[in-house]
């Protein structure tokens, strides 16, 4: 584990204790879809809570109280904005730690190998990516097939297809096994349903808080696997000019002349307006933190975001998604359409007026 992965994991101890009074995942309403902007409305975490912990009328807190802290909700928010509970971060910073072949199985496994999730549908695709890119990843689907939990196998084949989006057929081939048919394809090492049940009942609220008791930190959310993913692309980057990955960003057209209102209102800041220069705008973007939600495109008032279309980029950070002919409003310097005829914004035509 080199040292800059070292720095992310301990992040994800900063969410273990963070959360650790409440065994619960951790919901930040700064950067739910919902929260600032009524033109795209998302349910993800509603339709797939099974004890309907969040309230459909997007007012009311969400009852941790009947919450069993299952962590689907996690995986399938399209923003990111719900950390894992403490237990599910604990297990998740585990298997973060893991070098090389990483195998994954679920509780319902006849054998049991490797590492074990009471369901693969809790791991985020990136956290995947992560384990992927770091050696080889093995997953254990055979039992997945018989899964009487619809929902769940619809968010893992989500998961896996997000996953295969961003590798690529090459990377994914190169980087993931899946295990479907014959048990004795797969990895031989296992554990007793016995020794597993038993380690799942030592992840608990009391044993997370006394292992955890001496580190301090802040809230910490699910963005977390996305920091570690880039760290690492970043590392594969420098060992291989020609590795790549590709992640679903934002398509801007050439009408485009830089308000800014997309990157007001991405909900993990991802996108950013440069100042105008020669008539000029420059649109930043940070991949690992763009999630492909879709608000940019939704609250856009012009129209000027096409689709968000999967794009092969060397890196996770920050880099330029395209440049666009703008013009500066006379009073307050903001972007206003070149095409146009005014030079003062709306809002300064307004202040003019009275």
Not at 3 to 15: A, I, K, R, T
Not at 79 to 97: D, F, G, M
Request: proline residues 4%; contains cysteine.
């Amino acid at each position: 584990m080199t040292s800059g992965e070292g720095d992310y994991l301990g992040l994800l101890l900063d969410v273990i204790k963070t959360n650790a009074v409440d065994d619960h995942p951790y919901l930040s309403l700064s950067r739910c879809v919902n929260r600032n902007q009524k033109h795209l409305v998302c349910s993800a975490c509603m339709d797939v809570c099974p004890k309907g912990v969040y309230d459909r009328t997007q007012k009311e807190k969400p009852k941790w109280n009947e919450c069993q802290s299952c962590g689907l909700c996690v995986a399938a928010c399209p923003t990111r904005c719900i950390a894992p509970s403490p237990a599910n971060s604990k297990r998740h910073l585990l298997l973060a730690e893991k070098q090389g072949e990483v195998v994954l199985s679920c509780s319902r496994s006849e054998k049991l190998t490797g590492h074990i999730e009471e369901c693969l549908a809790l791991l985020p695709w990136e956290c995947l990516a992560y384990l992927a890119l770091g050696g080889k990843l093995i997953l254990n689907l055979k039992s997945c097939k018989d899964c009487p939990h619809e929902d769940c196998l619809e968010l893992l084949e989500d998961q896996l297809y997000k996953l295969k989006c961003f590798l690529g057929e090459d990377g994914y081939a190169k980087y993931v096994s899946v295990c479907l048919e014959d048990e004795a394809d797969a990895p031989t090492e296992g554990v007793s349903r016995r020794d597993f049940f038993r380690s799942m009942a030592l992840s608990g609220k009391k044993t997370t808080a006394l292992v955890l008791s001496d580190v301090v930190g802040s809230k910490v959310d699910a963005m977390i696997y996305r920091r570690m993913l880039a760290r690492r692309v970043r590392e594969l980057a420098l060992q291989d000019e020609r590795f790549s990955c590709r992640m679903n960003l934002p398509w801007i057209k050439e009408s485009c002349y830089g308000c800014g209102i997309c990157a007001l209102l991405c909900p993990n800041g991802a996108l950013e307006i440069g100042e105008e220069q020669d008539g000029m705008r420059s649109v930043m973007i940070t991949p690992h933190k763009c999630t492909g939600c879709g608000v940019c495109k939704a609250v856009c008032r012009d129209g000027c975001i096409e689709d968000i279309c999967a794009v092969n980029v060397p890196h996770l950070d920050s880099v330029m998604l395209a440049q666009v002919t703008s013009r500066s409003c006379e009073g307050c310097g903001k972007a206003i359409n070149p095409a146009g005829s005014e030079t003062l914004c709306i809002a300064c035509r307004q202040k003019k007026k009275k």
